[in-house]
């Protein structure tokens, strides 16, 4: 299991950007798959991002991609989602993710939604003006 705490939410206005990190502990983060989901009021969970263990293969969401990046500092056990011209539809709780799975650790791709299995308590993101 990979604990994780997220950082770096808030109100933030239209247009602008965001950074959040996700500080991991335990000894398989170098070898996780990480992502970032999200959480509106109302709605169902998205996968937003994903990276694979080494940060060479990526994932994101049609509603992110163009704007949105993430990546990750093995050596500081961090993963980061930088998300630019930030739209009042990106209000969410931001949740972030690990995945240990065979296919993670092995393979070194980035995993599918339903693989994830460690989680962080999230931190709320509102856009508004």
């Known amino acids: 299991q990979v604990q994780l705490v997220e950082s770096g939410g808030g109100l933030l206005q239209p247009g602008g950007s965001l950074r959040l990190s996700c500080a991991a502990s335990?000894?398989?983060?170098?070898?996780?798959?990480m992502g970032w989901f999200r959480q509106a009021s109302g709605k169902e969970r998205e996968y937003v991002v994903g990276?694979?263990?080494?940060?060479?293969?990526?994932y994101y969401a049609d509603s992110v991609k163009g704007r949105s990046t993430i990546s990750r500092d093995n050596a500081k056990n961090t993963v980061y989602l930088q998300l630019n011209s930030l739209k009042p539809e990106d209000t969410a709780i931001y949740y972030c993710?690990?995945?240990?799975?065979?296919?993670?650790?092995?393979?070194?791709?980035?995993?599918?939604?339903?693989?994830?299995?460690?989680w962080g308590h999230g931190t709320q993101v509102t856009v508004s003006s």
């Open positions: 993710a690990a995945c240990t799975s065979f296919k993670a650790i092995y393979s070194g791709s980035y995993c599918s939604s339903e693989e994830y299995n460690s």
């Open positions: 990276i694979n263990w080494s940060g060479t293969s990526t």
């Open positions: 335990g000894r398989t983060f170098s070898r996780a798959a």
